[in-house]
């Protein structure tokens, strides 16, 4: 068995070198080779040269590419053109593996026969420490993925895009991901890889969670704000209307409808909750209202793209 680990990066060397540090420590099993890609796009900071000058010190393949196109969606088609492994596994820059990471998703990919795999992925507060307000239901806003501690089948696009895999199959298959998702008029983009993972479902193929595929991601001190929970719940309603195929009147008239609603409830609720003084509260619904108001204008921005409005 062979696997590749791609990891796209822009201009943050050094929690990538951290995320590189860590994966040097994970077990890998007799027999499995491993190669890990670091697709720099359109770094300024010097990660192509840093990157490369590791490579000899690593105890598997490392080696560095350039994607000048940015875009994440654009480095991960970058890695999935150049990488070799039967099993192909993305992640995120600023991750810290455990050491069974690798053991565990090949695991579920070996006796569950699954397609797509997404590990368990939690929390790394090591800049910040966790607010006092912060709840549960807050933590998959943050990128956290954890279902406890069983294998067990998951809907796609469940995983998240800090640390999933697939089997090259799903790759010859469907091909790479969407790039039009992020772009100009939607900078703030959440979920790059939920439209790939919808692709992969409506081929059929099964997606499992893998709890000890675990890795921490970190938590910037940003993402803490309420600026980080508007902005987020923007671009991802944004997103979901790039990510559809087609935009025709009738898709348009339902999805306006449903943003509005999203828009008008949660508004009703963020109010509620700040007036409660409830503050994670305050930030969820503040993230799920503008789901809806991203959701709004990305529809009237395809209602333009189509000659429709």
Not at 37 to 64: A, M, Q, W
Not at 246 to 272: D, E, P
Not at 274 to 287: D, E
């Amino acid at each position: 068995m062979s696997v590749s680990v791609i990891i796209p990066t822009h201009d943050r060397l050094e929690l990538l070198l951290g995320t590189l540090k860590s994966i040097k420590n994970v077990n890998v099993p007799p027999g499995t080779g491993v190669e890990v890609l670091v697709i720099d796009n359109k770094c300024t900071d010097g990660t192509y040269s840093r990157v490369d000058n590791l490579s000899g010190e690593f105890p598997y393949t490392l080696r560095v590419f350039r994607e000048s196109k940015p875009g994440q969606n654009y480095a991960r088609n970058r890695g999935l053109e150049i990488a070799s492994g039967n099993l192909i596994a993305f992640v995120d820059d600023d991750v810290c593996f455990d050491e069974g990471w690798l053991r565990g998703l090949l695991t579920v990919f070996d006796e569950y026969e699954a397609d797509v795999v997404g590990g368990r992925t939690k929390l790394w507060w090591r800049d910040v420490e966790k607010p006092e307000w912060f709840e549960p239901y807050l933590a998959p806003i943050l990128a956290a993925y954890d279902h406890g501690d069983t294998v067990q089948e998951v809907g796609l696009p469940g995983p998240i895009g800090a640390n999933v895999a697939i089997r090259r199959r799903v790759y010859q298959q469907i091909g790479g991901f969407r790039t039009s998702i992020q772009n100009e008029d939607n900078p703030l983009y959440r979920g790059n890889e939920v439209e790939y993972l919808q692709r992969a479902d409506r081929h059929g193929f099964k997606g499992y969670y893998a709890p000890n595929a675990l890795v921490y991601h970190w938590v910037s001190p940003d993402r803490i704000t309420p600026q980080f929970f508007e902005e987020s719940g923007w671009g991802y309603g944004h997103s979901r209307v790039s990510m559809k195929d087609t935009f025709g009147s009738f898709t348009a008239i339902r999805s306006m409808a449903g943003y509005l609603y999203l828009a008008g409830r949660h508004s009703v609720q963020r109010a509620l909750a700040w007036g409660l003084g409830n503050t994670a509260s305050k930030h969820y619904h503040s993230y799920a209202k503008n789901v809806g108001l991203g959701g709004l204008h990305g529809a009237y921005l395809r209602l333009k793209e189509e000659g429709l409005g």
